[in-house]
């Protein structure tokens, strides 16, 4: 089920928009639920709890605008799909920073509105599979597979490493660790080579019988009764990444 975020200070708009939005999914039979936001402040609150896969805002909004908003939505989660609606033309330049799908003016056309929503709906579709979504104690936070280099379990939290050294570490996870990373271990690029761990194979650097060294000089240990199976895996994974 996608969540759509729309905010706008405007009552009339905000209610304009989420009309248009509603018959638009219902029209093409998207399964979805609107959040309304009066308030930036409410909406990046929210943020904090709850993803939203597409983030409808308005540009001139008290306090914080747009314009700000996207970026904070855009520094936490790299999917997010964004579109701005305004009756101010001279922002689009700017928005660009935050890389919107559109920016529409208002008076909103439904038929535009509804066409850039279903652009969003594909690329998400799209996207679905190469992200996962963790809760950390800053909040929801969206990870690439292909920036994670490690995902490591400890103290009944995940910690994920990523490729520019950043550090994300979840809150308490409910269930297990396989459970956990279930959504990795489906994409051919992860491997599995110990009960605490799982990595990026597009990053090893060198493996001996014990551990992987991967790309920055992390290290990565595999459990002996793996180290069979882990190596043709890996040897299979580099046979067909020469092939494609």
């Not at 996608?2 to 989420?18: H, R, V, Y």
């Not at 909103?108 to 963790?134: E, H, M, N, P, Y």
């Not at 990795?184 to 090893?204: A, K």
């Not at 992987?212 to 994974?237: D, M, N, Q, S, W």
């Amino acid at each position: 089920m996608l969540n759509i975020a729309i905010c706008d200070d405007d009552s009339t708009q905000l209610g304009l928009l989420a009309s248009y939005t509603t018959e638009c999914i219902q029209s093409h039979a998207i399964g979805a639920v609107i959040h309304q936001f009066d308030h930036p402040d409410k909406l990046l609150s929210s943020c904090e709890r709850q993803r939203y896969h597409i983030y409808i805002l308005d540009i001139v909004m008290p306090m914080i605008n747009g314009l700000e908003v996207g970026k904070a939505i855009r520094e936490r989660d790299q999917e997010a799909i964004i579109l701005y609606a305004t009756y101010e033309p001279g922002y689009a330049l700017q928005s660009f920073e935050s890389s919107p799908i559109n920016y529409l003016l208002k008076p909103i056309d439904k038929g535009q509105l509804c066409r850039t929503l279903l652009q969003a709906f594909s690329r998400l579709d799209k996207a679905s599979d190469t992200s996962c979504t963790v809760k950390t104690a800053e909040g929801v936070r969206v990870l690439r597979f292909a920036e994670i280099l490690i995902a490591e379990y400890s103290n009944h939290t995940v910690r994920y490493t990523l490729t520019d050294a950043r550090v994300i570490v979840t809150s308490i996870i409910k269930g297990s660790f396989t459970d956990h990373i279930q959504g990795l271990l489906r994409d051919e690029r992860f491997i599995r080579t110990h009960i605490s761990y799982v990595l990026n194979m597009d990053y090893i650097e060198g493996f001996t019988k014990t551990r992987f060294t991967l790309h920055g000089g992390y290290e990565v240990p595999i459990v002996a009764k793996l180290y069979r199976t882990v190596r043709e895996r890996y040897l299979e994974y580099l046979l067909t990444k020469e092939g494609s």
